[in-house]
């Protein structure tokens, strides 16, 4: 992934929390022949395992990804954060040079290590509960794999096989408009703000808690 030196997001905490907070990611794996192939799929994370953590899940059996990707080999995992289209109008600078152009403000999380297949009925009803437990926790009254009947869960996991990716390196990107003066920051964060898309008001927010860190941090003498 590209990475400018404005851009770079290396805080392990945070890339975990957007990778937890954000589970549906895009898994790129190898096919027969060499061919890249991309599934998407929601991981979940246990970030205290091994050093960067360990994702795991769940495809249908009939998904021929867990047949055709080479035993051991490694496979690309990606989160995406919240994103949203920057017009100039927003730049403070506009008015005084016109030197401006529209970009496009984003997180993503890139994740790497090797591809393994799980097949094993224990590992799975674990995962699966693992993964709905994480998903359920906000409602007042959540979902779990007990309320279905024991037979049908059994039916379930019998038509898939899991997946597990031990994280071997980890790279983030948050490109929220850094290179840009402060007035042009906050116009972003204003006319974003007066969206009423809910993608355009996460934006907004990780803008104004980023600069808001900035503030905070110590600067040297």
């Not at 080999?73 to 016109?98: C, D, H, M, R």
Request: glycine fraction near 6%; hydrophobic fraction near 45%.
């Amino acid at each position: 992934m590209y990475q400018p030196r404005h851009f770079q997001h290396n805080d392990t905490a945070a890339l975990h929390a957007l990778m937890q907070a954000q589970p549906l990611a895009t898994l790129v794996t190898l096919a027969q022949g060499g061919a890249l192939e991309a599934n998407h799929i929601p991981l979940h994370l246990s970030a205290e395992e091994g050093e960067l953590g360990v994702l795991r899940g769940h495809i249908a059996k009939a998904n021929p990804l867990w047949r055709e990707h080479p035993e051991g080999a490694q496979a690309l995992v990606i989160f995406q954060g919240p994103q949203a289209y920057v017009s100039p109008a927003w730049y403070a600078t506009k008015a005084e040079t016109g030197k401006v152009v529209p970009t496009w403000n984003y997180l993503a999380v890139h994740a790497w290590g090797a591809l393994r297949v799980v097949r094993d009925a224990d590992w799975l009803m674990q995962q699966v509960q693992a993964l709905t437990q994480q998903q359920e926790a906000a409602f007042a009254q959540p979902w779990q794999v007990g309320d279905a009947p024991a037979d049908y869960i059994d039916a379930m996991l019998r038509a898939v096989v899991g997946i597990e990716i031990r994280i071997t390196r980890l790279q983030g990107k948050c490109k929220a408009s850094q290179n840009q003066p402060e007035a042009n920051r906050q116009g972003v964060i204003a006319g974003l703000r007066a969206s009423g898309a809910a993608t355009d008001q996460a934006m907004a927010h990780e803008m104004a808690q980023l600069m808001e860190r900035e503030r905070s941090a110590p600067h040297a003498p």
